[in-house]
């Protein structure tokens, strides 16, 4: 019998049969270069997918085949051997099934436990604190608020306004400026669980080796009253994943692409501590709705990147108005080695890319043209497969991971 024919029989694979000639469970004839199956295979076989319903393995089917070939399980001590396996295979099974169902329990307590209920949410909005905060990009002077609607501290609904025409509107507690995009630069964003797929465990591993980073950093910060402003929060952002450790009379700006994601974020916020000071904004140029000078801490988590990804211009260098003599940039940075493929394959993807995006001196001297200089780094790693996310990536090429922070010159 042909390979083919057998594996039908026995409703498996060719490579299943071929597999299990290799380890030597089946012992057929070879008529030159092909196997014909004998009868010996169809008894091996049939006691192999026997066992396979046992729920014996691989290895242990081998040593109990091993054990019928020599013995032919020709007597009562050959027989009483292969119980006493079915027996201690059963009890096995036994202790299993209990493990699994206490295991099955303790998910179904985790999950009443875990999922949020509808009471523990609370709705927030622009926090009345911010107010004195909103001024118009344009014209540097603070935005009259028309038609608000206000919940206990919160501002909901509104639109804010300026002599000059610059208007945004308020909806949901989020401040949705005329600077976008038509259409989000990214077809899914960062909380998506589509989007995770597409990036690979040791990328993961390496942001996370930034999370920690930051979140070091941020807490032997003072962050008293401080404004913290975290931008292009659809590639990655980082504050909310620890963000209810740090200073809670800090005052919180998060500015995005994608409204979904601002919802998202705010969502998760308002779940770990609703009574934080934050702010949402959907912006896509950085000219944000914000008083000069006003931003103490920068937490640049990989908006470089991603700002001049899409971009021709260095983030910081528009930015540069909302900074102060005191302002510090808390940073990662994602390079290449400056002869590495994967920086020529950026603008034939990413046109409008700034033409020296991720190279490796591309951040400092950038930094240093805006008027400020890194105080610390650390290198903190390197992946070569980040995964399909990263598609002008190629492959086995070292993507390094920078931290640092910046302070004004």
Known sequence: MKIGAFAKLFHVTTDTVRYYIEIGLLIPDKKNVHYA??????????????????????????????????????????????????????????????????????????????????????????????????????CRVPLEMNDVQIKEVYIQTGSLVCTCGYE??????????????????????FYDKETIKEITPGMINLFEKGNLWFQKTLKHADLTRKIIVETNVDAFVSLPKYIDDLDSSAYYVFSGYSLAMLKKLKKRIERMNPKLNVLYLLNSDLNLPLKPHCIDIFVDSYSTNDFSLLNPHFPFQILKSYFHQDSTIIGGYSYYDSSAKSLKNVPALYPNAHKHIMNPNYLEENLAASGFQITQRETIGHCTDPGIFFDYHVHNEKFHNLMYTASMK
């Open 168 to 189: 945004a509107t308020i909806e949901e507690g989020i401040i949705i400026t005329a600077n976008l995009y038509e259409t989000s630069p990214y077809p899914s964003y």
């Open 37 to 138: 199956m004998n009868q010996s295979c169809l008894d091996d076989m049939a006691f192999i997918t026997e066992l396979k319903k046992f729920h014996f393995s691989l290895q242990e089917i081998h040593q109990i085949l091993s054990y019928r070939r020599v013995t032919n399980f020709s007597d009562h001590e050959d027989i009483d051997y292969y119980n006493n396996l079915l027996v201690v295979k059963k009890n096995q099974l036994i202790k299993e099934k209990e493990d699994i169902s206490k295991a099955i329990v303790s998910i179904e307590k985790a999950i009443q436990t875990t999922s949020p209920s509808s009471k523990e949410e609370k709705f927030t909005g622009i926090p009345l604190s911010f107010v004195h905060l909103l001024y118009c990009p344009k």
